[in-house]
C-alpha cells in the first residue's frame, strides 16, 4: 500500500535528539514527581489488599483468623479495586500527561496552578474512598445500585449508611480532579496563547477542526489535500488527548449516579431505576480501564522508535487507530451488562462490534510496534523490555477481552476469573509494567538523579514480569474451570467440585506473594535513588526525544539519524562527560546538532518558541 | 442457544492456548530477528499492514457475527418455545425456585425437570442484584443470567443430559452471596 508520493532525500527525516525542553520547568518536574510518587505509593498500598484477599481465599479463612470474613473481603475487594483504578491509575496519568505535553509538544502545561488543586482534590477523594472501607463500605469496587446503601428485608446492608456517604462524597471529589485535570490537557493541547509551530505555521491548522482531527488521529483518515493543511500533534499527545475525550465525556453521567447513591444513602428515594443506573456506572467504568492505557500507548509509539534505532514509514498507520479506541473506548460499555436480558437490544449489538472494533485499533497499534522492532537493532534496556512485556500482556488481555465481548461466549466467563484474567493481562501484565518501564525512563529526567542499582531494577523487572503472567494466567486457568469473581470463599461444601479450585487459588496466592516480594527491590531502589545527590543544573539529564526534522514532510517515509548513543542497560542515560568527567567545551552535549531549514517550510528543528 | 451446541468454555480455552502460544513464539521470534538485524531505517513489515488489517478485520467481524444465533437472548429464538417456566426469585441470600405460575411461594428445595425440557427461567429480585448462575454436577457454567430488582430476565436452557445441577449466585450481593446455591435435579422420569 502506498504511503507517499514525496520523494525522501536522506537528510530529512526522524533525529533522537536530547534537547532540554524550557516547557519542562522545574515546577512542573515538580508536580509530575508528586503525581508519580503518589501513584504508586497507591499501587502498594492496594496491592497489599490483594495480598490479603489472596491469603484469604487461598486459606478459606484459616491463615488470616478473625481478618478472614466475608465482610473484610468485601472491603479489601473494594478498596483494592478502587485503589488500582483509580488510586493508583489517576495520578499517574495525571502525571504523565504533564509530563507529555511540555517534553514532546514543547509547550507549559496551560494552567500550572491547576495542578495542585488536581492534587490534592484527588489524594483527599481517595482518602475518602478508602476511610469508608475502613468503615465496612464493601459492595466492590464497582458497585450496583441498590447494593451500597440497601439490602433485604429487614434493612440487611451490612455497612453503616454513614460510610457509603463517604464513598460517594470522596468519589465525586476524584472525579472532580478528573474534569479539572481534562480542561487543563484540553486547555493544553487546543489554547491559541501558544506561540509555536503547531499555532503559526502558515497555512496550517488554521481552524479548531484540524487541530482536534490530528489531536485524535482522525487525520489518518483525511484526503492528502486536507492533511497537508495540518501540523501533526506528537503521538504521545494523542493518547492523552483521546484518554480525556472519553473520561470528559463519560464522567457526567457518573455524577449523576453518584449524587444519586449520596441521596439515597441519607435516607431519599432514587431518581434512577437499576438498569439506567447500572448503564451510567459502565458508560464511565469502562473508559476508566483506559484513563492511563492510551497514554501509554502513546509513550510506546514514542519509545520503540528511539530504541529499535527506526522510524515508522508512514505515519498515517500511527495516527489510524485512534479512533478506533477513542469512539469504541465508550461504545463498547454494555458488553459488561450482556447478561441482562432487559438491556436494550441494539446497545447489545453495539457494544459487541464495538468491541471488534477496538480489538482492531489494538490489533493495528500492536503490528505496527512489532513489526517496527522486527529485525531492527531493538535495544534490550529495562525500559524497552518492560514496554515489550507489557505489549504481551495487552495481547493476551485483548484475546479474552474478545472472547468476553461476544454475548453468546460471555456467557461462559462473566463474573467468573475470566473476568479477572482479562483485566488483569492488561492492567496488572499491560499498564502496570509500561508504567514502570516509563517511570524508569523519566525518573533521571525528573529528579536529575539516576537510579540507584541496576540490579534492583533487574531483581524488580524479572519477579514482577514472571510472577505477575504466572498468577493472571493461574486466573485464566480458573476463569475457564468456572471460578467465580468476588468470592470470600469460591470453595463450599454444597459444590463438590469446587474442592478442585483449591490448587489454583493456592498458586494464585503465592505467585502474588512473589509479585509483592519484588515490589520490595523497587521500593529500596527508589529510596534510594531519592537520597543520593542531585546532579548540578549544567549536567541535567534529558532524555532522547524522536523529532521530525521541520514537521514536515508528514506522511513520507523518514530515515533515522540518530544523535545521541543509545540508552544503557540500566536505564540511565549515557553520560556525556566522558572519560574526563568534564561535558565537551563545544557544547554538544544535549542539543541538537545544527540542522539546516528545511526548503519547504521554512523551519529549521528544533523550533524556538516563546510562550505568552 | 447454549446446551445445544456444545461452545462453552473449552472452546475459549483451546483458543486462548492457541493464541496464547502464538504470542509466546512471537516474542521468541522478535528476540531471534534482533540477533538478524537488517539495515532497513524503517519499519520493513509496512507494506503488508494493509493486508494485515483487512485480514484483522474480516476476522473479527466473522467471529462476531457467527455467533449471533447462539445469542443468549430468549427474544433472539422466536422458533425455540419453552417446554417449561421457571419461576426465579433472589434475595439475600437464597433462592426460591417455583414451577409458573408460583412466585416466591411453594418454592421448591430441589427443583426436579424431565429430561428433554427447554425450560424457560424468568428471574428477578427483591432487593438487589444476583446472578443466576448454572453449573453441572462437573463444574461447567452452561448458562447465567443477571437477576435484577424490579425487572424480569429471561433466560433458556435445553437440559438434554440428566443429572444435577447447581445453581449459584454469580453477582456479589452481600456478605452471604457465597452460600447462595440451589439445585435442579433433571431425571428421566
Given at each position: 500500500m502506498a504511503t507517499s508520493q514525496i520523494e525522501v532525500k536522506p537528510e530529512e527525516g526522524q533525529r533522537i535528539v536530547q534537547i532540554p525542553s524550557a516547557a519542562l520547568t522545574p515546577y512542573t518536574k515538580a508536580w509530575v514527581r508528586r503525581f508519580l510518587f503518589l501513584s504508586f505509593f497507591d499501587f502498594m498500598i492496594a496491592g497489599t489488599f490483594a495480598l490479603l484477599m489472596r491469603t484469604d481465599q487461598a486459606s478459606a479463612a484459616q491463615i488470616l483468623g478473625e481478618l478472614g470474613s466475608p465482610g473484610v473481603f468485601g472491603q479489601l475487594e473494594t478498596a483494592h479495586g478502587i485503589g488500582m483504578f483509580v488510586g493508583w491509575q489517576f495520578p499517574f496519568t495525571y502525571g504523565l500527561c504533564t509530563y507529555i505535553f511540555p517534553k514532546y509538544m514543547k509547550r507549559t502545561i496551560w494552567s500550572e496552578r491547576l495542578l495542585p488543586i488536581i492534587f490534592y482534590l484527588f489524594a483527599s477523594g481517595i482518602s475518602l474512598v478508602w476511610l469508608a472501607c475502613l468503615f465496612g463500605f464493601g459492595p466492590g469496587w464497582y458497585f450496583l445500585f441498590p447494593l451500597p446503601f440497601a439490602g433485604g428485608p429487614g434493612g440487611s446492608s451490612p455497612w453503616p449508611l454513614g460510610s457509603s456517604i463517604v464513598?460517594?462524597?470522596?468519589?465525586?471529589l476524584v472525579n472532580i480532579s478528573l474534569v479539572i485535570f481534562c480542561i487543563?490537557?484540553?486547555?493544553?493541547?487546543?489554547?491559541?496563547?501558544?506561540n509555536d509551530v503547531f499555532n503559526n505555521s502558515p497555512g496550517k491548522n488554521n481552524s479548531i477542526s484540524a487541530k482536534l482531527a490530528t489531536a485524535m488521529g482522525f487525520d489518518a483518515y483525511l484526503p492528502s489535500r486536507i492533511r497537508n493543511r495540518i501540523v501533526a500533534y506528537p503521538v504521545a499527545t494523542i493518547g492523552a488527548v483521546v484518554t480525556c475525550v472519553d473520561m470528559f465525556v463519560t464522567v457526567w453521567p457518573f455524577f449523576a449516579l453518584l449524587l444519586d447513591g449520596s441521596w439515597e444513602s441519607a435516607g431519599f428515594g432514587s431518581f434512577m431505576n437499576n438498569l439506567v443506573s447500572k448503564n451510567f456506572l459502565w458508560l464511565n467504568h469502562h473508559p476508566i480501564v483506559y484513563f492511563a492505557f492510551f497514554p501509554l500507548v502513546g509513550m510506546y509509539y514514542t519509545l520503540i522508535p528511539i530504541f529499535a534505532k527506526r522510524a515508522f514509514e508512514s505515519s498515517r498507520w500511527v495516527r489510524a487507530p485512534w479512533p478506533l479506541l477513542l469512539i469504541p473506548g465508550v461504545g463498547v460499555y454494555s458488553h459488561h451488562i450482556f447478561m441482562d436480558t432487559v438491556q436494550p437490544f441494539a446497545l447489545q449489538m453495539m457494544s459487541q462490534y464495538m468491541t471488534m472494533i477496538i480489538a482492531l485499533g489494538s490489533g493495528i497499534s500492536v503490528f505496527t510496534l512489532m513489526g517496527l522492532a522486527w529485525r531492527s537493532k531493538y535495544n534490550w534496556n529495562l525500559t524497552a523490555r518492560w514496554i515489550i512485556g507489557a505489549i504481551m500482556g495487552w495481547i493476551l488481555g485483548g484475546i479474552i477481552g474478545t472472547e468476553l465481548g461476544d454475548p453468546a461466549y460471555n456467557t461462559y466467563g462473566h463474573n467468573t476469573y475470566m473476568v479477572l484474567a482479562h483485566f488483569?493481562?492488561?492492567?496488572l501484565c499491560g499498564i502496570v509494567l509500561a508504567g514502570f518501564g516509563?517511570?524508569?525512563?523519566?525518573?533521571p529526567e525528573i529528579t536529575n538523579r539516576k537510579w540507584y542499582s541496576s540490579k534492583l531494577s533487574e531483581i524488580h523487572f524479572w519477579g514482577t514480569v514472571a510472577f505477575a503472567f504466572a498468577m493472571v494466567t493461574d486466573f485464566a486457568v480458573m476463569g475457564y474451570l468456572g471460578v467465580p469473581r468476588k468470592e470470600w470463599s469460591p470453595v463450599i461444601p454444597q459444590l463438590p467440585f469446587t474442592t478442585g479450585y483449591s490448587p489454583y487459588l493456592l498458586m494464585a496466592s503465592l505467585f502474588a506473594y512473589g509479585i509483592a516480594i519484588s515490589q520490595i527491590a523497587f521500593i529500596i531502589n527508589i529510596i534510594m535513588s531519592l537520597r543520593s545527590k542531585p546532579l548540578g543544573r549544567a549536567d541535567e539529564i534529558v532524555m532522547p526525544t524522536p523529532e521530525f526534522v521541520g514537521y514536515e514532510p508528514r506522511y513520507a517515509p523518514v530515515a533515522l539519524a540518530i544523535d545521541s548513543p543509545s540508552n544503557t542497560s540500566n536505564g540511565n542515560p549515557p553520560d556525556?562527560?566522558?572519560?574526563?568527567?568534564?561535558?565537551?567545551?563545544?557544547?554538544?552535549a544535549n542539543r541538537a546538532n545544527d540542522v539546516p531549514s528545511h526548503p519547504r517550510t521554512g523551519f529549521s528543528s528544533p523550533q524556538k518558541f516563546e510562550t505568552i | 442457544m447454549p446446551g445445544d451446541v456444545g461452545f462453552g468454555s473449552e472452546f475459549l480455552a483451546i483458543v486462548f492456548i492457541a493464541i496464547s502460544l502464538g504470542v509466546i513464539g512471537m516474542l521468541a521470534a522478535l528476540v531471534w530477528s534482533n540477533k538478524h538485524a537488517s539495515e532497513d531505517k524503517w519499519m520493513g513489515?509496512?507494506?503488508?499492514?494493509?493486508?494485515?488489517?483487512?485480514i484483522f478485520l474480516i476476522v473479527v467481524i466473522v467471529f462476531a457475527t457467527s455467533t449471533l444465533g447462539l445469542l443468549p437472548y430468549p427474544y433472539?429464538?422466536?422458533?425455540?418455545?419453552p417446554t417449561m417456566v421457571v419461576n426465579v426469585r433472589a434475595q439475600q441470600f437464597q433462592w426460591c425456585i417455583a414451577y409458573a405460575p408460583n412466585w416466591g411461594t411453594d418454592c421448591e428445595a430441589i427443583m426436579k425437570i424431565p429430561t428433554g425440557n427447554v425450560v424457560l427461567f424468568n428471574t428477578s429480585s427483591i432487593d438487589v442484584n444476583h446472578g443466576f448462575g448454572l453449573y453441572t454436577s462437573t463444574g461447567n457454567l452452561v448458562d447465567q443470567v443477571q437477576v435484577m430488582p424490579g425487572f424480569y430476565d429471561t433466560i433458556i436452557y435445553n437440559f438434554s443430559q440428566p443429572g444435577l445441577y447447581y445453581i449459584r449466585c454469580l453477582e456479589f450481593c452481600g456478605y452471604g452471596h457465597f452460600g447462595m446455591v440451589s439445585e435442579i435435579n433433571v431425571t428421566s422420569s
Open positions: 464513598f460517594f462524597a470522596g468519589m465525586m487543563n490537557i484540553f486547555g493544553t493541547a487546543f489554547s491559541n496563547k501558544y488483569h493481562y492488561n492492567a516509563v517511570l524508569c525512563w523519566i525518573f556525556p562527560r566522558g572519560a574526563s568527567g568534564e561535558l565537551p567545551s563545544d557544547g554538544s | 513489515m509496512a507494506k503488508r499492514e494493509g493486508w494485515y488489517t483487512i433472539a429464538h422466536q422458533n425455540i418455545h
